[in-house]
């Protein structure tokens, strides 16, 4: 099966690592291509150019890079375990190749469509917002939010935090309910100035 770009971040002046994040069947892989492997073009689109790997052998991550004396490909593969959001507070767990995404809001923010896994005070076909660190070093932002989420339980002043999201089990995002607004304006003040209040009476502070 030929692998799909889920993600990925290319260094324009490839003087760092590209990385990727590929599905092959029911997983999820990380190629990394080190820096003057290929020219910028076959970065953007670097499925036809990689080595042969071995999409259905147990691997996590790839790394790629050109020998400096003959030129040649080299591959070295590793089954390292890779970091995940360790605050887990909520009892759902989503597993990210279920989610039917409807479209992109941000290189880590999307809407989708899940029909098995929504609480039962949604409809089925409810669009709700997702959250993902494609690549490890976005989790510390995710471990953050997920952490408000979960201070803010309860509370009316955030969104529904709906669940966990996972890849190969590992958690790596969050789903939460889409909410239709406006901003705020200057008739807003009251409004704003009690929710302020509330977030307060928590002990939390934002900004």
Known sequence: MQPVILSM??????????EYRLRTGNQVKYPIISPRTFDRDTL??????????????EWTVAHISRDKTSGDLKTSISNRTLADVRCRWHHIRVDFLELEKTKQLTAMAFEAVSHS????TLLSSATIIAKIARFEWELPRIQQETRAY?????????PRFLGHIHENGRIMGFLMEKIEGRFASFQDLSV??????????LGLMHG
Do not use: M, W
């Not at 953007?44 to 052998?57: D, G, H």
């Not at 009690?194 to 009476?201: N, R, V």
């Open 192 to 201: 704003c100035e009690t929710a302020l209040g509330k977030l307060h009476e």
């Open 117 to 120: 896994i929504l609480p039962t």
């Open 9 to 18: 971040e290319v260094d324009d002046d490839d003087s760092f690592e590209s």
């Open 150 to 158: 979960q201070l803010l339980e309860g509370s009316g002043l955030a």
């Open 44 to 57: 953007s689109f670097p499925i036809q150019s990689l080595p042969r790997l071995p999409y259905n052998e």
